[in-house]
């Protein structure tokens, strides 16, 4: 694969960057702050608090949204997402929100058809809700972000939609983590990025150019804010460089981005100790490879993967669940030194008869020695190089200080997953000299990280025959020559009204557009 070659001959050169653009980036902007918000629950109230901040202009790009959701489900006085949104511009006249989801992600989730019948939400004229239909046939918008006034933007694995909220804990008897409908739902793990400065102008930038590919509007910038920075974030970083990678499909005559699997596997080069991975998918046979090979390095580095057991659906269960095992069975085939565990997470839970529950990961972060950081919503699959579009950020550590921030992270992320404190992890990784070695040391609790059972070991390792119907690295050849054709949109969206409650002429006067161009 050209990628992995370049990506090889790239370290192999010594270079001492992994981040370059016009290779492996779009851009980079400066960031005068940098941070992490772990979990649901704490992004979401960070973003409530920054969004009552906003003066001009608010960008809502994501996969799907429910604007039933409460932001803040721990307060019973909480209004809803909808509801929110609409004080804010109910109490600030200058203000107006866009929101852009993929048009087919309220269908595909299941849940959040009723934003089509949300009155108040989409006849307000200052709030504008659209569904955005340009993409690769079978291919979706993935990419998930918030821009606030250009001034501040949280980039990473969270949509504003159910089934997203939960706290650290993770606990399995969480009474608040249930969806709108009051439907309980599985622990979830997450990590949402917070920038602000010019790292947030590059951030309004690709939301006003997807505003723009969706609807044909070209929106005009707001002036000049600034903003508090989210107090809550943790593993703050100062005066930093903030990559933007993105993938994009070949579609229309287009040209394909493939700048997140470039930035991916450079990261991966690029590593001389330690490589720790939180991904909802493995399933990029890429990856698998570039992985297996620094594993069968007398001194390559250690290799941690942290992802989800069970995936939702028979297809997904069938096709993405196998070609995980196959990728973990390569690795652990090549691991000749000892270098590589997989895991997955579990809370206690004494009503099941295994004492414990999943919780499902749906972090899409690479942190490689003390050097790199990766968060966006790229998953480790095949669709995720170049069918569907993706955004991801990354830092480069330059300083002391800048890396031990980086080592808290990691230490703190796993930290969560085995219910000990972070300084308990660092000891024991400088006692062993060992990641690995530490964490087969302390990984005994209830509360912890469970290898993954792939069942034959010396089985299959290739991807599964389905691969190229269910997780396409492509465009199928000439369908990206084409748009999804205005009659199926109609049908499609007189489904998705009729659902929803609402009557053809409801659709014709709400402002939500399934734009075709």
Known sequence: MQGFEKASSHHRIGSDQVIRVGYNAWKTGVASKAGFLIDGAQYFRALADSLSRAQEQIFIIGWDFNPDIQLIPEDQASPTLGEFLISL??????LAIHILVWAMGPIYSGKSLRMLGNTELKSHPRIDLRLDTRHAVRGSHHQKMVVIDDALAFIGGIDLTAKRWDTPEHRADQPLRCTPKGERYEPVHDVQMAVDGEAAEVAAEIARRR??????????????????FPPAARYVFSNCDIAFARTEPAIRRSTSVRETLQ??????SRAEKLIYIESQYFASKDVADLLASRLSEPDGPEVVLISTLN???????????????RMIRKLRQADRFGRFRAFYPVVPDESRDTKCE??????????????????????????????DTELDVAIEMHSDKERQILADMRNGLL???????????AKAHQ?????????DRVNVGLRGLRSFPVGDENGKTGLH????????????????????????????????????GLSQADGQQQRISANNS
């Open 211 to 228: 505003w723009w590919q969706a609807t044909g509007e070209d929106l005009v910038r707001p002036r000049c804010y600034s903003h508090s």
């Open 263 to 268: 930035l991916t596997l450079d990261c991966l």
């Open 311 to 325: 995936s939702h659906g028979f297809l997904e269960r069938k096709v993405l669940g196998e070609n995980r095992d």
């Open 431 to 439: 006692e062993a000299g060992s990641l690995v070695r530490a964490l």
């Open 465 to 500: 025959f389905a691969t190229g119907l269910v997780d396409p690295k492509a465009p199928w050849w000439p369908l990206q020559l084409v748009s999804i054709p205005f009659s199926m949109l109609k049908k499609i969206r007189r489904m998705a009204m009729s659902k929803a």
């Open 89 to 94: 511009v109910e109490n600030n006249s200058r």
């Open 415 to 425: 930290g969560e997953h085995l219910g000990l404190p972070s300084t308990e992890l």
């Open 358 to 387: 999943e919780v499902l990961v749906h972090a899409k972060l690479i942190i490689v020695d003390d050097v790199f950081i990766r968060v966006g919503s790229s998953n480790l699959n095949q669709r995720s190089v170049g069918l």
